[in-house]
């Protein structure tokens, strides 16, 4: 089972990169929409302060990722019930986008899914 941890945590790992990815583009999308003057400068600032902090809150979940002890795990269901648990303290005590948590779950969910299929190593 301490193999699927690693591997569930791998993935995950990708994935939340994979994240960080697709809000920079969400940011640079709304960059081009205020050079074409589509929004406002102060829209652009807004849209950007939060796209900022659910940024942060994606590289704080990889860094808990990267320092997680899997010794301390026997299935990935305690993996994903320990990250759950992290996540929402984080989003609380560091005022993160509640959405973070929703986009956390999403991701376990199909990596999740994935890694507990029969073939999956």
């Known amino acids: 089972m301490e193999r699927k941890c690693l591997y569930f945590l791998k993935i995950l790992r ?3 990169e994979d994240l960080l990815e697709d809000l920079r583009a ?4 709304y960059r081009d929409r205020f050079a074409s003057a589509e929004i406002s400068n102060h ?3 807004e ?3 939060f ?6 809150s994606v590289r704080a979940l990889i860094a808990s990722i990267d320092g997680m002890n899997l010794s301390r795990y026997k299935s990935v269901d305690e993996i994903v019930e320990d990250l759950d648990t992290v996540t ?5 005590t560091q005022e993160y986008p509640a959405a973070v948590h929703r986009l956390l779950k999403r991701k376990m969910d199909k990596v999740f899914s994935y ?3 029969e073939d999956a190593p």
């Open 88 to 92: 929402r303290e984080f989003i609380t």
């Open 14 to 16: 990708a994935e939340l």
């Open 26 to 29: 969400v940011e640079e999308r």
């Open 115 to 117: 890694v507990m299929a």
């Open 47 to 49: 849209n950007e302060a």
């Open 51 to 56: 796209l900022s902090r659910e940024e942060e």
């Open 43 to 45: 829209v652009l600032m």
